[in-house]
């Protein structure tokens, strides 16, 4: 660690991933995105090989993290109709998807197996790509003391990016 202008900074992966202030953000590890005969797979994402064992990789990776006892954030998706702005409703029509993925009361919006909140594990519900935007995310981790985030789930290129 450095003293910068009055505040410590954490210089070494060491320094940055100790428990005390370190935080996994897991996204989007719900069904309608991970497992066969929900959203993902009836649009063909889910065989492809960096997805195909994501559920069993995450769920140690997970173990992994409680057992050093970092803390980990489920931020999950919530795409009901009500909450989905112009832009999004534009790209399901252009793309020709009736209905977005993990919707209140179905099935698809549940954990993976295996993969659900244990007692006292925060779960963040977002509607948008953005696990940030117009949730209380941020104030959970800066409430927490957390300065480092390892964030992952299973649309990298999506929900992942746009929230890192």
């Given at each position: ?7 410590t ?27 066969e ?14 997805v195909r ?64 909140p ?12 953005d ?19 390892v ?14």
């Amino acid at each position: 660690m450095i003293e910068v202008q009055g505040r410590t900074i954490l210089t070494t992966l060491e320094e940055k991933l100790d428990p005390a202030h370190a935080a996994v953000v897991m996204v989007d590890m719900q069904k309608d995105f991970t497992a066969e005969g929900f959203w993902w797979d009836d649009l063909g994402q889910l065989g492809t090989d960096p997805v195909r064992d994501l559920p069993e990789r995450m769920g140690a990776f997970l173990a992994g993290a409680r057992a050093a006892g970092v803390p980990v954030v489920h931020l999950n998706a919530c795409y009901d109709p009500a909450f989905l702005n112009d832009a999004m409703l534009e790209r399901m029509h252009r793309l020709g998807i009736e209905l977005e993925a993990c919707q209140s009361g179905s099935e698809g919006i549940e954990p993976h197996p295996g993969l659900e909140p244990l007692p006292g594990e925060p779960v963040v519900v977002k509607h948008r790509y953005d696990g940030f935007f117009d949730t209380d995310l941020h104030m959970r981790l800066q409430a927490s003391g957390i300065r480092t985030l390892v964030v992952t789930g299973v649309a990298v290129h999506g929900c992942v990016d746009s929230t890192i």
